[in-house]
């Protein structure tokens, strides 16, 4: 039986919903950080502390978003691979146990 090709029409939501989500919270505490600049107060720290975290988490987030990816029907985790991401292709994963390629619907420029 040939591998069976499956989209995966929620991943791209993925990103946009969680990554979005950080965003607007990124923006809340550097607005916060920003109107407190000159007065160094608790405001500040606390705003300052709160946009370092979530800079790094989002980033983090975002490497794994796109480096790992579980199965859709068995839940198995994969790796990006060499073959993930062809030029000019789709980002895929490929799972083994159930002989299916997941393509994520995002091209090489969109991610
Ligand atoms: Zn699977």
């Not at 946009?51 to 490497?63: E, K, P």
């Not at 060499?82 to 969109?110: H, K, M």
């Amino acid at each position: 039986m040939p591998r069976e090709i499956l989209p995966d029409l929620d991943f791209k939501w993925r990103p946009i919903r969680i990554l979005g989500t950080l965003l607007v919270l990124d923006t809340v505490a550097f607005y916060f950080l920003w109107t407190h600049f000159s007065e160094f107060d608790r405001v500040f720290y606390v705003s300052t502390a709160a946009f370092v975290v979530i800079t790094s988490v989002g980033l983090t987030l975002q490497h794994l978003i796109f480096t790992r990816y579980r199965c859709s029907r068995c839940r198995t985790l994969m790796y990006r691979t060499a073959e993930s991401r062809a030029p000019g292709q789709n980002l895929v994963f490929y799972c083994p146990n159930c002989d299916v390629e997941w393509d994520t619907g995002f091209s090489q420029s969109s991610a």
